[in-house]
């Protein structure tokens, strides 16, 4: 059974950095499309990030391109999200997904996705 668990999440201030980490226990993580999402309290669903197809083609979320950057560690089956300039709208539960099998341009949707993470919180306040 595969499992994705994400960490890092934390309390920042504005303008801060925070790296969060998901890993993957249970299957191989350079054999899916891996994404990132994001969802803050009251609204829906938002992708922040995704690295997809046997090249690796890495995509970012308007809100966010410029100052997160993906990147993934197939040695240690983990993939990482690099926040930077983070912002208070950025403030949400930060969740890591996959989806087998997905070649297409852009990130996969957030409904398509095989299996998630339980998610970690960011809270971007002064």
């Known amino acids: 059974q595969g499992r994705l668990v994400e960490s890092g999440g934390g309390l920042v201030q504005p303008g801060g950095s925070l790296r969060l980490s998901c890993a993957a226990s249970?299957?191989?993580?350079?054999?899916?499309?891996i994404a990132w999402f994001r969802q803050a309290p009251g609204k829906e669903s938002e992708e922040v990030a995704c690295?997809?197809?046997?090249?690796?083609?890495?995509y970012y979320g308007d809100s966010v391109r410029g100052r997160f950057t993906m990147s993934a560690d197939n040695a240690k089956n983990t993939v990482a999200l690099q926040m930077n300039s983070l912002e208070p709208e950025d403030t949400a539960v930060y969740y890591c997904?996959?989806?087998?099998?997905?070649?297409?341009?852009?990130?996969?949707?957030?409904?398509?996705?095989?299996?998630w993470g339980p998610g970690t919180l960011v809270t971007v306040s002064a």
């Open positions: 690295v997809v197809g046997r090249d690796g083609r890495t």
């Open positions: 997904s996959v989806r087998e099998g997905y070649e297409g341009i852009g990130c996969p949707f957030a409904t398509s996705m095989d299996l």
């Open positions: 249970g299957f191989t993580l350079d054999e899916y499309a």
